[in-house]
């Protein structure tokens, strides 16, 4: 009978406290299939840089650096309030800067990186004028550590520094952001990517490995912040906070190995993203990574709300590749779309008419967008043009989610860090015979008889 009662009580003991009879395989965490939370598990010796893991690439962003204290990774954000610039000024566009709300005096956040395993210490030091809470995103971890503001913990007041402290379990890729009022402060910012390496070195490690957060915003042109009520028409998409031509591109050497982590944190938007002249492996999501056998192939991945996907293809074919979210409105800036259609319509006098009391109006859209960066029109302060920038052949008619792969022979000097504009690295030279261009009136003759 007191047998019976001792099982009795260990059964209802919380899982942390039960022995761990055995380790079951690292997937069993993944699918959560073991009858213990992964974060039971004791901690190893922190991971290292260099040694334990590459680090990732975030263009535009940056990572948040650690110091070790007796065997654990300490972090600290900082909340505040940022001067963030999505489309810095350049010859051919204004600027597009907005205060937001960040981590670190950054925007997004710095992205966070450790190694399965790590046991992480992690201040969040609140400089804002509002109460705010972190959450951990895909992190298995104690509830209390979670970061949800109310249900979980008291919210961080202005002021006051929060600890949060916990052993890392899985690897993969993850994100943080806010979680206290959870609109305003999203839309704001408050976001940033959480990377944990696996502590087996990997088989085929990527030889380059970029980060990106997708996220969507309301900055109407003239004013200086997003506004967090907007529901529906976001009218900034922004790659690690910057939308085109504000993005770097990602470079490649030819047969380069790519692994790219793709977090989406928008308010309201699911972005496809897509890449030219590859196919994508899809190798991993927030719940985990997928079995050899189950991964499939992409063109366009798409990247729910709230989920990161991972994918991998090799970087074999030399170009100037378009990478971008295929919402056709996703890779517009602050598109104003208020007006009737003018698609075909002559505007004949009315242009002159208008021009008695509006000097410099030109009716815009009757043929289409592609003319709405170069025009040289006067533009209201703090926007950019519809699209765009500068290519190598005409105007490049894409904003917001966009960017470009350069995959190259020969990389020379240049450094996928510290490529910040979308202009670096130059231009790829199409090899003759292998570009499209207007067809000589004997081809016309000889194929279409004409
Ligand atoms: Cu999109």
């Known amino acids: 009978m007191s047998g019976s009662a001792l099982l009795a009580g260990a059964a209802a003991l919380p899982v ?9 395989p690292a997937s069993a965490y993944h699918f959560n299939e073991s ?4 974060w039971t598990k ?72 450790c190694v399965e395993g790590d046991r992480v210490r992690i201040y969040v030091t609140n400089k804002l004028a509002a109460a705010t809470s972190v959450h951990w995103h895909g992190l298995i971890i104690p509830c209390g550590m979670d970061g949800v503001g109310g249900l979980t913990q008291k919210a961080i007041q202005p002021g006051e520094t929060f600890k949060y402290e916990f052993t890392v379990w899985q690897h993969g890729t993850f994100m943080y952001h806010s979680h206290h009022d959870e609109m305003t402060q999203m839309a704001l910012g408050m976001l940033g ?24 915003w309301k900055i109407m042109p003239g004013t200086s912040r997003p506004d967090p009520n907007e529901m529906v028409e976001f009218n900034m998409l922004t790659l690690n906070a910057r939308s085109f031509p504000g993005t770097a591109p990602m470079l490649a050497k030819l047969g380069d190995r790519m692994r790219l982590r793709i977090g989406n944190l928008s308010a309201m938007d699911h972005h496809p993203i897509h890449i030219h002249g590859h196919a ?66 002559d505007p004949g006098k009315l242009d002159k008419k208008v021009r008695s009391f509006l000097p410099g109006y030109m009716t815009m859209g009757e043929d289409g967008m592609a003319d709405m960066g170069d025009m040289g029109m006067p533009i209201p302060p703090n926007s950019v043009p519809m699209v765009g920038g500068p290519g190598p052949y005409d105007y490049i008619t894409m904003g917001g989610m966009f960017t470009t792969l350069k995959v190259r022979e020969d990389l020379g000097n240049l450094d996928p860090v510290q490529g910040t504009d979308f202009l670096y690295g130059g231009w790829y030279k199409n090899p003759p015979g292998t570009q499209a261009a207007l067809a000589t009136q004997a081809e016309l003759q000889r194929d279409l008889g004409s």
């Open 193 to 216: 990517m959480f990377i944990i390496h696996p502590r087996e070195p990997e088989k085929t490690p990527p030889d380059r490995d970029y980060v990106f957060l997708l996220s969507e």
């Open 280 to 345: 994508m492996r899809v190798v991993a999501t927030d719940g985990g990574p997928i079995p050899e056998a189950g991964q499939w192939p992409e063109v366009s991945v798409l990247v729910p709300v709230g989920s990161t996907r991972t994918v991998e293809f090799v970087a074999n074919n030399p170009g100037d590749w378009a990478f971008h979210c295929h919402m056709t409105h996703h890779v517009m800036n602050q598109m104003g779309h208020g007006t009737p259609n003018l698609i075909g319509i």
């Open 42 to 113: 004791p901690p190893l010796a922190p991971g290292e840089p260099g040694r334990d893991y590459k680090p990732v690439v975030t263009l535009n962003g940056s990572t948040l650096p650690f110091r070790i204290i007796d065997g654990v990774k300490v972090f600290h954000l900082v909340c505040e309030e940022v001067d963030h610039v999505f489309v810095p000024k350049t010859e051919w566009n204004g600027e597009c800067r907005a205060t937001c709300w960040g981590f670190n005096g950054r925007v997004h956040g710095p992205t966070i990186e």
């Open 35 to 38: 009858d213990q939370p992964v």
């Open 16 to 24: 942390a406290l039960r022995a761990q009879t055995s380790v079951p």
